[in-house]
């Protein structure tokens, strides 16, 4: 059912306080501007700094809400909300922000509080009336909604959506006819809203009214022509009217829209198997299994058809999949049973053939057999595996709007691996990012820099770039220049940060046999040096990555790296990197509670170690303490890594 939200933001109008510092007022405007532009992740790195300068302010607590929000970082500005009011409690846009950002949580009746607040300080506010209905259908209080309804109908009489909620809640009570008068009503108001033709729509199809629904869903279409679902539900109603040219074409179009929807490529590979399309149905069907590999009727169909086109061995494996789990599945057994005489293994026909036997005997002699439905279409969660050949429909009819930006804009909206970030080591060149000023230090790293006597620094990094060929060329030609240095030079002194510095550069190349043997050569020398045992940790961490790639075992040289790592924070004990890396060790061992021991560690030395809190998240997300995960992925998002924000939408959207 479409869940329209409508939000009637007056933030932007909200003024500065007027005797504000300057320099904060200044942050505020810049960030603001950054909003405007929707360019959030920038926005909220000038709202940190107006915190931090006046944390008293509301104005950048909520501004900062503002582009969380944006993000899909719905609990981080809840947060910044709770702040602002706490500051300022008579502003009715935090409320009504706090409010949307609850309903994108479900936690209804917590935004049910925030607008019934704001309709004290503003009763005339159509927007905070609307949110607070849709809140009362949520929660199924469908009197009070109804109630509430009366209201916005009587002082808004020209208010579409108050019409379309209205029949939401008939449909939600069953009252089909009341719905209709009341979509009538607002396509009266508003003939141009795509989602009211959409709702018209779902009651026709409900109701098998298969021409009218195509009609409505061609006005829908035709005003929201980037939503998926409606060519989709246009597609089954011309199934049903067999237009399945026209069906084809609206199945088409709808993966053009959104290429991973589940719905249009099952059942567009039912229809191209009707018409005889059996290799592009195996491919639509190959998809699907990619999406839910576990998904037994798709995998049944496409036994059917890997069975039609002469593959009888994938065909095989395909139907031994589906009676594993329906091992009276009598059509299953019955197809695979003629693949294995194809094949000429008739033992393992027999047996099949047996089995169906066995069961048609007890079906004569109890009259029990299952029969194939009729109907032409299943939900989604129908497990019934006599249904395989029937067109599959939502459990429940959603409109979802969805927009495709760049990274700065809606980055959540970027598809980002679920991947612990790396370590960090010695490199050289600094931390960098692209939207926050961080500088990566260390007091053992600065006292190396100021007494090695090298030409070049060192720096802590974890997000070093690819190199280019310049870069490359300047490296290797570094190492050389380091090799021919320690072959002529007798002091011990001397020999020490040459070996170092030449370490981080067979690190950069990626040589990292080569690097830990200049460490341990260095360790030699001087067996109390943190940066050597951190940085040889570090390299032999990544060997072991590349070598658990190939098949390798790798569990005694993790145990190395974590023993190296513990030497290093012996002496070294107030290096947050250190700790960091730790955690990733153990995060790689699958040993999250450890993990997130040695990431809170870090996080206690520096707080604004953004990965700590990235990190951290996913450890708890894996250990399934999903609030947690969430709220951590959110810190790391305010601190500059919007990556967090991709990964907080994928959580956040799977209720």
Known sequence: MCRKVAIFVVMLLLPLV?????????????????????????????????????????????YRGVAKYYLDDFVGAEKDCTEAIERNPYVVSIYELRGISRIRQEKYADAIDDYTQALKYDPENRGLWHNRVLCRIQSKEYDAALVELDTIVARWSNYAPGYAMQAEVYMEQGDTAKAIVALEKSLDVDPYDG???????????????????????????HLL????????????????????????????????????????????????????????????FDFVLKLEPDNLMALFNRALLLDKTGDLRGAIRDYSKVIEQYPNFWTGLHYRADCYRRLGMVKQAEEDEFRIYKARLYKSLYGIQPRLNKEQLRKRSDEDMDKYNQLVVADEQEVEHKYENDYRGRVQDHKVEMAFLPMFGLAFEGYHSDVVLYVAYDRLVDAFNQTS??????????????????????????????????????????????????????????????????????LRIDTTSALAYWQRAVCQF????????????????DASVLSD???????????????????????QRKDYKSAVECYTKALSFDKN????????????????????????????GELGLYKAYSIIKRYGSRK
Not at 610 to 633: P, V
Request: proline share 3%; aromatic share 12%; hydrophobic share 40%.
């Open 18 to 62: 007027g005797n504000a510092q300057f320099n904060t007022d200044r942050l505020v405007t810049i960030g603001r501007s950054a909003l405007y532009y929707e360019d959030y992740v920038l926005s909220i790195q000038y709202f940190n700094q107006a915190i931090q300068a006046k944390p008293y302010l509301y104005e950048p607590w909520f």
């Open 195 to 221: 989602s009211t033709w959409t709702m018209r729509s779902m009651i026709s199809l409900s109701k098998k009214e298969w021409k009218e629904a195509e009609g409505f869903l061609d006005k829908a279409i």
């Open 225 to 284: 022509p980037r939503n998926a679902g409606n060519y989709i539900n246009r597609a089954l109603a011309r199934v049903n009217q067999n237009n399945l040219r026209g069906a084809m074409s609206d199945y088409d179009t709808a993966l053009d829209i959104d290429p991973d929807n589940f719905l249009g490529h099952y059942n567009r590979g039912l229809l191209r198997s009707q018409v005889g399309d059996d290799n592009r149905a195996i491919t639509d």
């Open 453 to 522: 006597g090298m030409t070049r620094k060192i720096y802590i990094n974890c997000n070093s770039a690819a190199l280019d060929e310049a870069h490359s060329k300047d490296l290797f030609a570094y190492i050389d220049s380091l090799s021919f240095t320690l072959e002529s030079i007798p002091s011990t002194s001397q020999v020490q940060p040459a070996l170092l510095m030449r370490a981080i550069a067979y690190s950069a190349t990626q040589n990292y046999e080569s690097a830990m043997e200049d460490l341990t050569a260095y």
């Open 542 to 557: 990544k060997a072991n990555q590349f070598n658990a790639s190939i098949g390798t075992d790798v569990a005694i040289r």
């Open 565 to 587: 790592l513990n030497k290093a924070v012996q002496l070294n004990p107030q290096c947050a990197y250190i700790y960091y890396n730790m955690g990733n060790v153990h995060a």
């Open 609 to 636: 170690l953004a990965e700590a809190y990235y990190n951290r998240g996913l450890a708890k997300l894996f250990n399934e303490q999903t609030t947690a995960g969430i709220s951590d992925l959110s810190k790391a």
